[in-house]
């Protein structure tokens, strides 16, 4: 698990069938996200759960600089097998019949950095493939324009 903002330091060794190199010199590296970020289970990508295994799905926004404060629309999104939800302004997922044109924003405002924060806890169940997007788009006009100015992220769940 990595952060942003955060720098690391590693060190390499390289082994194959003639042996092992010595360690490399000290290096850094710099992970900067930016905007969205959805997890599952606090991973990223394609997470693979079982029946009856706890999910969280957690939602931040990071690294918005210089954009702070521009007035955006924040959309979660999640196909759960053939149905489509969206997250509402009450925080309550609303089922919708994947027109994007259906589904509304979940806040309209000011672009700020906030931290992992919980948008569904659950059990996974039933089997099948659940998707999930979190998505930032301008200008804030409560349109999800998918080909306009947008950062998205997406997690995908497999539930065997």
């Excluded at 097998?81 to 019949?97: A, C, G, P, R, V």
């Excluded at 924003?105 to 906030?114: A, D, E, K, T």
Aim: glycine share 10%; proline share 5%; with cysteine.
């Amino acid at each position: 698990a990595v952060s942003a903002d955060t720098t690391y330091y590693y060190r390499v060794k390289a082994v194959n069938a003639a042996g092992a190199s010595s360690f490399s010199t000290s290096d850094s590296g710099f992970i900067g996200v930016v905007g969205p970020l959805i997890t599952a289970n606090g991973l990223v990508g394609d997470v693979y759960l079982n029946i009856g295994d706890p999910v969280t799905i957690a939602g931040q926004m990071m690294n918005i600089k210089p954009y702070a404060g521009v007035e955006v629309d924040w959309w979660v999104v999640a196909l759960a097998n053939s149905s489509w939800y969206y997250l509402d302004s009450s925080m309550q997922w609303t089922e919708f019949n994947g027109n994007l044109s259906n589904c509304h924003p979940v806040y309209q405002g000011g672009l700020f950095n906030f931290p992992a924060t919980e948008i569904l806890n659950t059990t996974a169940s039933p089997t099948g493939l659940y998707k999930f997007w979190f998505a930032v788009d301008y200008p804030m006009d409560g349109i999800l324009n998918i080909d306009g100015p947008i950062l998205v992220d997406a997690v995908k769940v497999t539930v065997q």
